[in-house]
């Protein structure tokens, strides 16, 4: 059973940076695509970044592109979250998801283990 724990979240001003972190435990890290979706208050959850296995591919949304990059560490079993230039609007719990289907995807309802979650807030 894969195992998947965040941190790194808290309360930033705007403009302000956060790295998330997402450490693995209780799989084959290398072999799971890995994703970041955020839950605001009073909304559904949504996608944010996804990462190929090796890291060699990366996707955003697009509310997000440009400021945030997702990257991995496959001998720490670790994925990141680098968000830059945060807004009041990227308030909410982000999540971390492990997906060991084929494809690299943007699809919640794709994605086989996910974290408890991180708040992160950011005041304006």
């Known amino acids: 059973q894969v195992q998947l724990v965040e941190s790194g979240g808290g309360l930033v001003q705007a403009g302000g940076s956060l790295r998330l972190s997402c450490a693995a435990s209780?799989?084959?890290?290398?072999?799971?695509?890995m994703g970041w979706f955020r839950q605001a208050p009073g909304k559904e959850r949504e996608f944010v970044a996804a990462i190929s296995r090796n890291g060699g591919a990366t996707f955003y949304a697009d509310s997000v592109k440009g400021r945030f990059t997702i990257s991995r560490d496959n001998a720490k079993n670790t994925v990141y979250l680098q968000m830059n230039s945060l807004k009041p609007e990227d308030t909410a719990v982000y999540y971390c998801?492990?997906?060991?289907?084929?494809?690299?995807?943007?699809?919640?309802?794709?994605?086989?283990?996910w974290g408890q979650g991180t708040r992160v807030t950011v005041s304006s």
């Open positions: 998801a492990a997906n060991i289907g084929a494809w690299i995807t943007r699809t919640e309802s794709e994605y086989d283990y």
């Open positions: 209780g799989g084959a890290f290398s072999s799971y695509r």
